[in-house]
């Protein structure tokens, strides 16, 4: 194991034992699995400069008497792979600087209430499916009609489109958009501290129909309030943090928006393929299958028929 990565985890057994807190335990504190934080523990593994981020704000003032401590450089919203590539969040961080830069004075100062630190909220799936049918609904939108997100126009939010960047240079555009293109989808980049005001870059090197999804996932965690992403650096590497349950949430939403549940339930009783209703409302058939299985109509739209035996 690295030098670093070994000190890391000592310091974090150490604190663990002292506060007599299990893995299970600090697992559910730090956000990392369990299965991840034991084979960690047990050395059979380096963790991941996410899982590092991690485990060095729980350690807090421990981690800098250890000289462990690491680089808060950024908080935005951040659609990427999980384990995306050092050298790809460097590219988006260069890039987040030029948007903050070439941005209007803002004159709020306020940051708000929590903002960045607030624990996730998980919404239920009937809430989710509410919520999405009311931003239908405030579009004027019917269930048969599709929403093409990228006509959205959002109080406070700019969005744009890579290739329209003006002010990212030449070498961060080309790496965002050739080298690292399947690595990222989007960022969203707050302009103020009160958080007002947004610039949304989207990855335009993918398919009209993922830069939609894409587009109204970061809307989503706009509207949502969700806790901006850390990107630090580390031991001379990049990372950042993830969260399942407000990425979950942002992605069901997109999805519940662009395919409403009413139509999907219509179409799949009418038998009508995904590759059909994909067509219909703009989207990937992908994502119109995820939205099938999340209603729990996967069987009847794959034909599957159950019966008892009988005796």
């Known amino acids: 194991m690295k030098q ?11 604190k663990r034992e002292a ?19 034991a084979r960690i523990e047990r050395g059979e593994g380096l963790p991941d400069n996410n ?22 450089v950024a908080l935005v919203h951040f659609r990427a792979g999980k384990n995306v590539r050092s050298g790809t969040v460097q590219a988006l961080l260069r890039a987040a600087e030029c948007l903050k830069r070439n941005a209007a004075p803002s004159h709020s100062e306020q940051a708000p209430a929590g903002a960045g630190e607030n624990g996730a909220v998980s919404l239920s799936k009937e809430e989710l499916e509410r919520t999405a049918e009311k931003f239908r609904e405030d579009l004027g939108l019917h ?10 126009e959002i109080e406070g939010v700019e969005i744009i489109p890579l290739r329209d ?13 050739k080298d690292a293109c ?20 989207l990855n335009d090197c993918h398919s009209i129909e993922r830069q939609r999804v894409t587009l109204l996932e970061e809307v989503w965690h706009i509207l949502l309030g969700h806790k901006l992403t850390k990107i630090s650096k580390v031991a001379e590497a990049y990372g950042r ?12 939403l997109a999805s519940a928006a662009l395919l409403p549940r009413k139509a999907v339930i219509e179409a799949v009783s009418e038998r009508r393929s995904s590759i059909d209703i994909a067509h219909q409302y703009g989207t990937s058939p992908e994502l119109v299958d995820y939205r ?8 009847d739209h794959v034909g599957k028929r159950v019966a008892l035996v009988q005796n």
């Open 51 to 72: 899982s590092k981020i991690r485990l060095l704000e729980w350690l807090g003032p421990a981690a800098d008497e250890e000289g462990l401590s690491f680089e808060n």
């Open 182 to 201: 399947d690595e990222w989808s989007a960022m969203s980049v707050p302009l103020d501290q009160s958080h007002e005001q947004w610039s949304v870059l």
């Open 19 to 37: 506060e007599g807190l299990s893995l299970r335990a600090l697992s559910t504190v730090v956000g990392i699995s369990f299965s991840t934080l």
């Open 143 to 152: 269930d048969n009609q599709p929403l093409d997100s990228l006509l959205l």
């Open 292 to 299: 099938i299985k999340r209603l729990g109509l996967w069987r």
């Open 241 to 252: 943090t993830y969260d399942s349950v407000e990425e979950h949430d942002a992605y069901y």
């Open 165 to 177: 960047s003006g002010c990212i240079d030449h070498a961060t555009r080309v790496k965002l958009s």
């Open 4 to 14: 670093f990565e070994a000190r890391l985890v000592e310091a974090v057994k150490r």
